[in-house]
T-cell receptor, first 116, second 114 residues
Framework: DAGVIQSPRHEVTEMGQEVTLRCKPI?????LFWYRQTMMRGLELLIY????????DSGMPEDRFSAKMPNASFSTLKIQPSEPRDSAVYFC??????????????FGPGTRLLVL | AQTVTQSQPEMSVQEAETVTLSCTYD???????LFWYKQPPSRQMILVIR??????QNATENRFSVNFQKAAKSFSLKISDSQLGDTAMYFC???????????FGTGTSLTVIP
């Protein structure tokens, strides 16, 4: 089975530009998570979805960040406008949740974003 | 709030030797899950091992095993017969039984020396 797929793997952009990161979760998984990893702050949860519905976006740093999940097999994380401090590795992860039980999260390969 | 602490920022081990990475956590929950993830230089996050808090038996996956001490809120990872491919950052993570969110430690950078 294919794992979590993220694109692009690397993105270099200039400050002020819009950046869109994409994620395809593992088929059959109904929870999706976006994380950001930096040296200073480690791994931070930005937002997560259950059954395509955003449940907790309290980790989204500011209004410049937005995430959508239009269907069970696709999600986007958008930064507009981008700033140099957004430079980080962005991970998408997915898992299966049934009843009150959440299964293990499986991570994608990450998108390395550099904002100049 | 849940917190996860990894007190060893860096560790090294000789190839074929055994190393133990420490992790402690703080929670008032009784039902939860603990994980170790490995992040090699490729940056891919790879699940190493998982432990359910209600299970007294320590989880084992090949050369990887945990020492889960629930009363002490400790969850250490033991890597036996270390291999060069084990060189990576290792993250301990906590998840509430009824929750979605993972809480990650700050990681331990492990280097296996030939």
């Amino acid at each position: 089975d294919a794992g979590v797929i993220q694109s692009p793997r690397h993105e270099v952009t200039e400050m002020g530009q819009e950046v869109t990161l994409r994620c395809k979760p593992i088929s059959g998984h109904n929870s999706l998570f976006w994380y950001r990893q930096t040296m200073m702050r480690g791994l931070e949860l930005l937002i997560y979805f259950n059954n395509n519905v955003p449940i907790d976006d309290s980790g989204m740093p500011e209004d410049r960040f937005s995430a959508k999940m239009p269907n069970a097999s696709f999600s986007t994380l958008k930064i507009q406008p981008s700033e140099p401090r957004d430079s980080a590795v962005y991970f998408c992860a997915s898992s299966f949740r049934f009843g009150g039980r959440q299964e293990t999260q499986y991570f994608g390969p990450g998108t390395r974003l550099l904002v100049l | 709030a849940q917190t996860v602490t990894q007190s060893q920022p860096e560790m090294s081990v000789q190839e074929a030797e055994t190393v133990t990475l420490s992790c402690t956590y703080d929670t008032s929950e009784s039902n939860y899950y603990l994980f170790w993830y490995k992040q090699p230089p490729s940056r891919q996050m790879i699940l190493v091992i998982r432990q359910e808090a209600y299970k007294q038996q320590n989880a084992t996956e090949n050369r990887f095993s945990v020492n889960f001490q629930k009363a002490a809120k400790s969850f250490s990872l033991k890597i036996s017969d270390s291999q060069l491919g084990d060189t990576a950052m290792y993250f301990c993570a906590f998840m509430r039984g009824a929750g979605n969110q993972f809480y990650f430690g700050t990681g331990t950078s492990l280097t296996v020396i030939p």
